[in-house]
């Protein structure tokens, strides 16, 4: 069975518009989960990691007012991308890990289209 | 230079071929070595770790050369349902966090057609 489960699983909204996105840790509870954005025909890009009751750690380049993490619990993590715009499009992909050095187990993803 | 490098092909192959993937990696720091499977608009799955002593899975071969910072996936008799692409990815240890940062390469393509 799944172990992550992410929703929406597709998602279309105007430009301007803040869409949330939430990941559940299934049947075990995760203190670190992280979020990762694929754009077509390109690599799972490392966005940031969410830490559970702490602040989120964000890579190089991606912008944490633009892409808010909230890890309130140790089964949900969520990532609001706010104000919304084309080149945000991308399918937005989270991932926790169980305790095997480098097995992460995914989320079914979220495409998001802006219009 | 990338993180992690691989041949995006897309190989076609047939059935029953053997088609091998390489991989590189630029940071000799890098820990641990995966390659996971992606199919056409879905989450990446772990297809097997790679050990430096090489290690088998049914099918499926991985290698490592620490040395020369590479890695390679062996597929041996295709089936159709192989068609997906094939991720590298690399992790580097980042101070006292378990997971460390996980890399990906682009992905290598393949279709296995009958």
């Known amino acids: 069975g799944a172990v992550v489960s992410q929703h929406p699983s597709r998602v279309i909204c105007k430009s301007g518009t803040s869409v949330k996105i939430e990941c559940r840790s299934l049947d075990f509870q995760a203190t670190t989960m992280f979020w990762y954005r694929q754009f077509p025909k390109q690599s799972l890009m490392l966005m940031a990691t969410?830490?559970?009751?702490?602040?989120?750690?964000?890579e190089q380049g991606v912008e944490k007012d633009k892409f808010l993490i909230n890890h309130a619990s140790l089964t949900l993590s969520t990532l609001t991308v706010t104000s919304a715009h084309p080149e945000d499009s991308s399918f937005y992909i989270c991932?926790?890990?169980?305790?095997?050095?480098?097995?992460?187990?995914f989320g079914e993803g979220s495409r998001l289209t802006v219009l | 230079r990338k993180e992690v490098e691989q041949d995006p092909g897309p190989f076609n192959v047939p059935e029953g071929a053997t088609v091998a993937f390489n991989c590189t990696y630029s940071?000799?720091?890098?820990?641990?070595f995966f390659w996971y499977r992606q199919d056409c608009r879905k989450e990446p799955k772990l297809l097997m770790s790679?050990?430096?002593s090489g290690n088998e899975d049914g099918r499926f071969t991985a290698q490592l050369n620490r040395a020369s910072q590479y890695i390679s996936l062996l597929i041996r008799d295709s089936k159709l349902s192989d068609s997906a692409t094939y991720l590298c990815?690399?992790?580097?240890?980042?101070?006292?966090?378990?997971?460390?940062?996980?890399?990906f390469g682009q992905g290598t393509i393949l279709t296995v057609h009958p």
């Open positions: 790679v050990y430096s």
């Open positions: 990815v690399v992790n580097i240890r980042d101070g006292g966090t378990s997971y460390g940062k996980l890399t």
């Open positions: 969410s830490n559970e009751g702490s602040k989120a750690t964000y």
């Open positions: 940071n000799s720091a890098s820990q641990s």
């Open positions: 991932s926790v890990g169980t305790g095997g050095i480098g097995e992460l187990f």
